[in-house]
RNA sequence: GCGCCCGUAGCUCAGUUGGAUAGAGCGUCUGGCUACGAACCAGAAGGUCGCGUGUUCGAAUCGCGCCGGGCGCACCA
């Protein structure tokens, strides 16, 4: 609704000036700090003192008495030295509030198909919470998007062929000397994804003491290149556990996908064979004939250098004929966006438990009942800000195709890392040089099987949590604490990962993420917790929620709402739609976990203020009843916009 | 060396893309539980927005120059 009528307003303003003063002025409108500047306000006068050569007060002054009444406004008067202040009629807001005007999907715009890749977690070994800061920051721009109206796809990208994997496969022939069928029973009895993180260590430090063994990584990703071989085989059941290993983590944090495109199809359905062709016959890449790049295809440094501000030209085909990072996902690219020409053959990859279904790339037979994927209008890519480059290097790849249009809808949406605080890095026995006790973050890095997985934090936070419940609800079945103990983890969890800015280095540290107070998912869970106890118990009390349409009638709601407390919180509550909007084009999922926390803190001051059930003044119960409701229902809807679930009791 | 990012309260971070008196959380101190359960609320202390300079009605925000920190610049992904 506020969203609504800020769009209104602004257009309202600028049309007046448009025939006023002949002037096309998109006319800024922004939200004043100070509530007594009313509820928008226009800078507009600022902009035009200068091409009308009068002082800001006096222009704005001249609008105000000028402009015709716009409806759900009371009045729009000049202020300061030439602001325009916007005072909204709030009963009429009350009421268009309560009868649900302009609910969701408001702000959606055709705009076609929009495609969100996240996750892409190299699939030999667990996942740490760096990955977990990719998926929740894509899987809620996912769930921003959709709130909103867009369409949207979720893929997550499998680098099955890669060398991350073949490490794993070399660590299992050569390091434990085992066959496939012997890794097939590790498989069934163990904790794979934690066996496989421990033995890729072990593999990469086999490097390091013995550079030879580097021989066998070479071996093996020619095997799994050509798909034939022991190596083969168990790469391809190291990566097909290893994925299932990563969904069900995934799964913990309601993280779904609706595909996974496999590299290894890139590879055999000739996806990179026809970006080859493509980018040959476009002149996009030229084969070098001297210099250090002599026998390889590369991508001139003119078409990016500028604004990556290397000189180097970039590798595309190796010398020894195989093709880079790049080379492949240049292809992805052309496929999301349906420039290839192919298309994946897709079969089932497992259906969750809601009913939904994930669909996987397959070189064999497709099913005939599969969804069409890709051939997005805009595409979103989750990736680390360490690949900034390389991520430059394939939309320039575009653009020396010719696609322009594509090159500027293909998003690189960038985050900086997760790093360890020094006092993690001790808490989970990891030796520090003097400098980096000082500093204020340190990095670790997977290969040497340093960090924390992520489903040993999930675990972390259900227990932390299951101790708060059981000290409050002992009386529960306990099957039901341990799920709201869960339902808690994941909020506390979630929300850490998004309370910070995407280009803000998290320093990870086990108290701060393992805190429920303060500006926390939990806290925001129990505002609306509360919400709902007031609700529950008017009902158990015999009372029963009243018709709000019939006793709330306008003037009723002018009445109630002519208290600048009452009004100040309803108007917090209802910008929802205008927050999420602006996170979505600021591209800040942060923004929206910042307004859940806004609104949660003013649910609990209007918790404490104003005691709902005890109210005597029956319009006045009704009216916070409604209030209440109002506040229970943008509570919900923001939490799951963040992926966070409202538990039954906290 | 070149490119990108960052520097805001003791600590961790926001700051609606140039607006009105710079805000939260944590920590510290003070006060508040007969239940709409305190995972909460109220209050206090705490700031030269790294430094300098420019642009203009107006700068934490934009330009330039320093200082300090981080990350990239592979025939790895």
Redesign the pocket.
Known sequence: MFHLLEKRIAEAVSAYLTTRYGIQAGS?I?????S???EL?L?AA??L??QLRQP?RAIAAAIAEGMQPVEGVARIEP?????L?VRLDRGYYGRALLEGVAGAGAGAEADGKIIVEHTNI?PNKAAHIGHLRNAVLGDTFVRMLRARGREVEVQNYI?NT???VADVVVGFLHLEHKNAEDVRRLIGTTRFDYYCWDLYARTSALYKSNPEALAWRAETLHSIERGEGEAAELAHAVADAIVQAHLATMLRLGIVYDVLPR?SEILRLKFWATAFELLKQRGAIHLETEG?????WVMPAAAFGE????E?S??IV???G?V???G?DIAYQLWKFGLLGKDFRYRRWSRYPDGREVWVSTDGEGDPGAPRFGAGARVYNVID??????QKVVVAGLRALGFEEQAARSVHFSY??VALSPRSCVELGIALSEEEKR???V?VSGRLGLGEKADDLIDKLAEK?AE??DS??PEAPLEERRR??MQ?AVGALRYFML???R?????FDFQ?AL??????G??VQ?AAV?AR??LR?LEERGGAMPDFARALPREAMARQLESEDFWQLLLAASKSGSAIE?AI????P??VA?YA?QL??AF??F?????????ENPERRVF?LWM?DYFRRQLEDTLAVLGIEVPP??
Do not use: W
Request: aromatic content about 12%.
């Open positions: 800024a922004e939200q004043p700090k100070d007594r500047f009313g306000a800078p600022f902009q003192a200068r800001p202020a300061g030295n030439g602001y202040n190299n680098d890669g060398v991350q590299e250090k790049n002599a026998g390889c604004e990556t501000g290397t180097d970039k590798v190796r010398s020894n195989t880079t990072y790049v492949k800000i360490r690949q900034a480059y390389l900086e890392m500093a204020p973050y990095l949590a708060e419940v409050r609800h709201v103990a808690i309370k910070f800015t280009n803000t280095v998290i320093a701060e805190s429920f107070e303060g500006e926390t939990p806290y129990y509360r106890n007031i118990k602006r084009a600021s591209g800040e942060a923004h910042k926390f949660a803190q609990n001051n918790y404490h203020e104003y005691p709902v059930l005890a109210e916070l209440t009791y906290m």
